[in-house]
């Protein structure tokens, strides 16, 4: 089933983190980048998260009406639509929800996944993001913990921040020094305490370590991804697990080296983020197509120009299939890339 159950989804995480690899998760904004997406996971055989954030869930619904709610919905519907059509398996994911967002965005969406399940449904999205990394720590814990019970009763998946990620996301926009960027093993020791180990609730965490989302020239941007082998052993050591008791989210992944990656996977990361480097490949290549037939896409000094140029799907399909290169490439990275359980 290529749109999966939440068993399914459960089941995706379970076996990167026993095959010690991670699934990309792609922010997609349109139908053609959800298009790209499934592209780029059959290319490699992977299976795969998409993703939506509150500026992405706008746009779907309509840039001059930006109801992120109903964007949203119609984003996983349209998803679990195509999808029937490639042969890996996918979930959709809401991505950072800050407090500000949580009732035109996270709540309503949730809600409609309630009724749906009470209904004798599955949820509409298979996880959901609450970012609490703007509020005290105290606050973001306490809203997870609400949260945490609600994800659990439709058979979703939460995901949290315990720390800040840098740069800016959709508007969301996050500075202050730097070891901010860093979270610490009490950080996630309180998380810990409030929201357990999945008995109460399956929840996966985004743990920061340096990330920022964008990408940066070389030197800027200082990633430990061994903190997160630092912080599972600390984890591990206070509460009694066996090793890598935490499912792990790596943010602001976008221009990051091979290595720094395949650490922070040894390390307990299931999902990586991917939305910068996926948005240049896309708009890169349509550049590209304009430049080399410009006086086809443009009706230059009177002329007529050339409709099987300019039609939109001429370039619209180079740009999927660029953006689907760099998806493959992301599997590769990740090591996801021939891991598809169809």
Not at 16 to 26: M, Q, R, S, T, V
Not at 116 to 124: E, L, R, S, T, Y
Not at 176 to 200: R, W
Request: glycine content about 12%.
């Amino acid at each position: 089933m290529p749109f999966a159950t939440p068993d399914q989804y459960a089941d995706m995480l379970d076996r990167a983190k026993a095959g010690g690899f991670a699934y990309p998760a792609i922010n997609v904004s349109s139908s053609q980048t959800i298009n790209a997406v499934l592209q780029g996971l059959t290319e490699a055989g992977s299976d795969g998260i998409l993703q939506v954030t509150t500026g992405g869930a706008d746009y779907f619904a309509g840039h001059t009406v930006k109801g992120r709610a109903t964007g949203a919905i119609a984003m996983a519907q349209y998803v679990k639509q195509v999808a029937q059509n490639y042969p890996v398996t996918v979930a959709v994911h809401t991505d950072h929800c800050p407090k500000d967002a949580l009732d035109s965005f996270l709540f309503p969406v949730l809600e409609a996944s309630e009724e749906q399940v009470k209904a004798g449904g599955a949820p509409i999205f298979h996880s959901h993001m609450w970012d609490g990394s703007a509020v005290p720590l105290d606050e973001n814990i306490q809203i997870a913990g609400e949260l945490l019970p609600r994800m659990k009763n439709i058979g979703a998946i939460l995901e949290i921040e315990v720390g800040v990620v840098g740069g800016e996301e959709d508007g969301v926009k996050h500075e202050g020094s730097n070891e901010a960027l860093y979270t610490t093993v009490a950080d996630v020791t309180k998380a810990v305490e409030a929201l357990g180990l999945g008995e109460k609730g399956r929840y996966i965490s985004a743990l920061t370590f340096g990330n920022v989302h964008g990408v940066y020239k070389p030197g800027n941007v200082k990633l430990r991804p061994e903190l997160l082998g630092e912080i599972q052993e600390g984890i591990a050591a206070a509460f009694g697990t066996g090793p890598k008791p935490l499912d792990l989210v790596f943010h602001g992944g976008s221009g990051s080296s091979d290595e720094e990656i395949a650490l922070a996977v040894a390390n307990g990361v299931i999902k990586m983020n991917i939305d910068t480097d996926t948005q240049y490949a896309f708009t890169r290549s349509i550049a590209g197509y304009m430049f080399s037939n410009y006086e086809g896409v443009l009706k230059v000094d009177g002329e007529v120009g050339n409709k099987k140029q300019y039609d939109p799907r001429a370039w619209g399909k180079i740009a999927e299939s660029a953006m689907a290169a760099r998806v493959v490439e992301a599997t590769k990275q990740l090591g996801s890339h021939g891991h598809s359980q169809g």
